[in-house]
């Protein structure tokens, strides 16, 4: 049988620091092919590519891998780490099993809460894709099998999951000598958050600190010496900076760098006696296993182990060392182990006896190859059988019948529809579905059928009413996407269209008649077809979004969405569906193929930039899914909105269709601005009247907006100050820090009418360093008739000329020399003030909303 084996790096080489997974890697391929099987191991390309010599058999991205897949036609494929499954072609036809050694659920728990929660998703989407399952002990069986349960797997006939122990290589080496008069103790590794092992090793220096100062100058009495080998996690491919040079033994504690397997190996086995396998209890801790204690065992070095640890059982059945339960047990331990050399050398024959009987590859490799072969064999049954017309069912459940119905029914669909980039997406959400709960798959196929009972919109039919599918936060209207989708809203209302707004609320939705907005509800019915909100929430596939963005992404995963938008639809007789962020295509999409008409996605940001940007946590792997996300979802759309030239270009750079995309700016109600009145801020907050008033608005839960106004507190009021000037900030907008910023800082909170605010400030200041878009706050200042001075980046996608309707600067001097001049010169105040009227006249949200019915029309 031939198995294709991919894995994080390249194949072991002893000269190099290896990983765990290196190691595990080259026991799980000699145990395949002591079994006859034909295994070719292929490996990812580190990010660092000059760290590795080209192969035939690294490859870069998810293309590369299926060539190679095709190249060597294997029967079977083993993933060495879960998230290898993300790198499988969509088409894979082929078995998958899957090492799940590390724990990763417990992992993550100890991990950014940012991501924690896309990265159990992310494995759960991962382990969909497999249908084999390898761990390490029985406690990591039991962990699994319900996260198999939630990633959609049947386990009712048969669970495929099979314990290959982190195991020792024959033939095992010679038995270490005993001690003379030093007793080398080896520990350390890398200090993971969840393996605090910090109070143990200093309760091992101390103790022997102790011995050794108490056996000074006595050449009888032996010495206890630490050798704690750590630092950071090895790159992929890392040499050692040299052989490793071993101390002459007279310090207590020796805290050694990572080097070479060889080396490492060679210490154990010529120097070392007693291996430490310590750290505080945890669940992760409770749940994993250990490559130390194995290469401890193998070498014969009796180990000192944690009472909770897996192994801890079997250490006490071979007397292969000492089982403790807390640090303050080793001082008097190892002050007899010193004091009875024939006490460790039975324990150092029971070690490599226990490696023996119990951690040898042999005794493991035929259950994984038995897995492998039944996997294959399960495979080519059913592909025999489909060959023939008949399907093979090993006790599925009938809605998995259905299941097999819809596909048929899905492909008969996209034949009647006429437009390429409809069927690639019909094909693309069909692969998502496959991977999901069977009884979901049944609840979308009822409601499918239904739905496909009512008329379709005709393919010619023009543009008429719209419904838009956005986030649920937009009353009150209190931050620039709100007032973005709500102004649109009302705009396409008044050029005759009823616009409808479908969110993640799944009481109501909101409909726009003329210009007024009426609250209605969602019949209590439609939710049948949609599981859960708690359930929905729990299989939402966000695609490794950080959990401050996760909601923006909800869309799909959550199919209420499709079933809310095809309601309104229906309702309002709608053939535009106009999504508001790019995960809300998704349910537009769907409904589009359900009744025909078109799809608009109108890109407030280009997301996986402003992520890429705001977030520190998002790692290149998760950055290129969300790109390969956005720009699927936009090429798949009829039109594409963008609110500046920027976006546009880097869309149009990464892939989407130049014909698909409009460029629309933001808006600005006039008339709302025009009529305000300015509050009378200084009397309010008892300021004087040579007090200057710079304002900022946005909302402070937005990381980029909380950063511009620390700036304004550590950059700019201390500058001004120095310069003899009171200055005072007024930060417009809700979700305030809890912690003041600066004792000239105020921060307003919610305000009912922005604008009443804005215009009691003598000059807005946007220190904006990082975001995404276009921003609004600038076109807002413009209306209010306040003059803008700007970083760069807070007026970027704005296209106007520095000194003319705003002032661009990004030195922070330079920018308080613009406060005073504005603050001092009352004509150059008036001057900007006038050229920013003149910019902003044209963008009144009624007069772009017919700039969106023109891109509908296109």
């Known amino acids: 049988m031939k198995i294709l084996f991919i894995t994080l790096e390249p194949p072991f080489d002893p000269s190099l620091i290896v990983r765990g997974n290196t190691i595990r890697a080259r026991q799980l391929i000699l145990s395949l092919q002591q079994q006859g099987h034909d295994v070719v191991q292929v490996w990812r390309a580190p990010y660092d590519e000059s760290e590795v010599a080209a192969s035939e058999f690294m490859y870069q991205n998810r293309d590369e891998l299926a060539t190679l897949i095709e190249q060597h036609q294997p029967q079977a494929v083993v993933a060495g780490y879960w998230a290898l499954l993300e790198d499988l072609p969509e088409a894979l036809n082929i078995p998958v099993a899957v090492d799940f050694i590390a724990p990763r659920p417990l992992e993550a728990l100890f991990e950014n809460t940012e991501t924690r929660d896309t990265e159990m998703r992310r494995l759960l989407e991962a382990l969909a894709r497999a249908q084999g399952f390898i761990v390490a002990n029985e406690r990591q069986d039991h962990l699994l ?6 990633a959609g797997i049947d386990l009712r006939q048969y669970v495929p999951i099979v314990r290959m122990p982190i195991a020792t290589e024959p033939p095992l080496p010679a038995a270490p000598s005993s001690p003379e008069k030093n007793w080398v103790v080896v520990g350390g590794g890398v200090d993971w958050p969840w393996r605090r092992q910090q109070r143990w090793l200093s309760a091992i220096a101390e103790t022997a600190q102790a011995i050794n100062d108490e056996s000074s100058g006595d050449q009888s009495v032996s010495k206890v010496h630490l050798m704690q080998f750590g630092g950071d996690y090895p790159r992929i491919v890392q040499h050692a900076d040299g052989r490793l040079n071993l101390p002459q033994l007279s310090e207590a504690v020796y805290r050694l760098d990572m080097t070479s397997y060889q080396d490492y190996t060679d210490f154990l086995g010529q120097q070392a006696h007693i291996g430490v396998e310590l750290a505080d209890e945890n669940v992760e801790r409770y749940f994993s296993q250990s490559f130390r204690a194995m290469d401890y065992l193998r070498h014969g070095l009796p180990m000192i182990c944690n009472s909770y640890l897996a192994q801890a059982d079997l250490i006490r059945e071979y007397d292969a060392g000492w089982v403790i339960d807390t640090p303050e047990q080793l001082p008097e331990l190892l002050r007899s182990i010193t004091q009875d050399t024939a006490q460790w050398q039975q324990k150092s024959q029971n070690a490599q006896r226990l490696a023996r009987e119990r951690f040898d590859t042999h005794h493991y490799a035929p259950a994984f190859s038995a897995l492998l072969e039944r996997l294959a064999a399960d495979h080519a049954s059913q592909q025999d059988e489909q060959a023939g017309g008949a399907f093979r069912f090993l006790g599925e459940t009938q809605a998995q019948e259905e299941n097999a119905k819809l596909n048929q029914q899905v492909v008969d669909l996209q034949q009647k529809v006429g437009e390429l980039s409809t069927r690639n997406q019909e094909l693309s959400i069909q692969v998502q579905e496959n991977q999901r709960p069977s009884f979901k798959r049944m609840l979308r196929e009822v409601a499918r059928r239904l739905v496909n009972r009512f008329p379709k919109v005709p393919a010619d039919a023009e543009p008429g009413n719209v419904v838009m599918v956005t986030r649920s936060d937009l009353y009150p209207t209190d931050h620039g996407g709100a007032v973005k989708i709500i102004e649109t809203a009302r705009g396409l209302s008044l050029t005759g269209r009823d616009v409808g707004i479908v969110s993640d609320r799944r009481d109501v939705w909101w409909h726009y008649q003329n210009g007024e907005l009426t609250e209605r509800k969602i019949p209590f019915w ?46 309002l007789k709608a053939n535009v569906y106009q999504a508001e962020f790019p995960a809300y295509a998704r349910p537009c999409i769907l409904t589009r193929s359900l009744r025909g008409g078109k799809v608009v996605l109108v890109e407030h940001n280009v997301e996986y930039e402003r992520l890429k ?67 009378d801020i200084r009397k309010e907050q008892g300021w004087s009247d040579d007090t200057g008033i710079l304002v900022y608005h946005g909302t402070y839960e937005y990381p980029p907006n909380l950063e511009a106004i620390k700036v304004m507190a550590r950059e700019i009021l201390p500058r001004m100050e120095q310069r003899g000037r009171k200055i005072r900030v007024l930060a417009v907008g809700k979700k305030p820090p809890p912690e003041p910023v600066h004792e000239h800082v105020h921060f307003t909170g919610s305000i009912p009418i922005v604008a009443e605010a804005l215009k009691a400030a003598d000059i807005a200041v946007v220190p ?91």
């Open 145 to 150: 099998v319900p996260y198999l349960l939630m």
């Open 768 to 858: 904006l360093l990082k975001g995404g878009g276009t921003r609004m706050k600038i076109i807002d200042y413009f209306a209010c008739g306040i003059p803008v001075i700007s970083t760069s980046k807070g007026i970027e996608g704005i296209p106007v000329t520095s000194g003319n309707e705003a002032f661009i600067e990004d030195d922070w001097d330079e920018i308080c020399n613009h406060i005073e001049t504005l603050l001092d010169n009352r004509q150059r105040h008036d001057e900007v003030v006038a050229a920013a009227r003149r910019f902003v006249e044209p963008l009144d949200w009624r007069q772009l909303a017919y700039r969106y019915v023109d891109a509908f029309k296109s």
């Open 526 to 571: 439609l939710r049948s077809f949609s599981l859960p909100r708690n359930l929905s929430t729990l299989m939402h596939l966000s695609g490794d979004v950080p959990r401050s963005n996760a909601f923006l992404y909800m869309a799909l995963s959550d199919d209420s969405f499709i079933w809310r938008t095809w309601y309104v639809a229906h309702k």
């Open 613 to 679: 940007e705001q977030e520190p946590s998002l790692t290149h792997e998760q950055y290129l899914r969300l790109r390969d996300v956005e720009v699927g979802l936009c090429n798949q759309s009829n039109a594409v909105i963008c609110v500046s030239e920027n976006d546009r270009r880097i869309l149009r750079n990464d892939g989407v269709d130049r014909g698909l995309m409009h460029y629309i700016p933001h808006g600005v109600d006039l008339s709302t601005f025009d009529a305000a009145q300015a509050r």
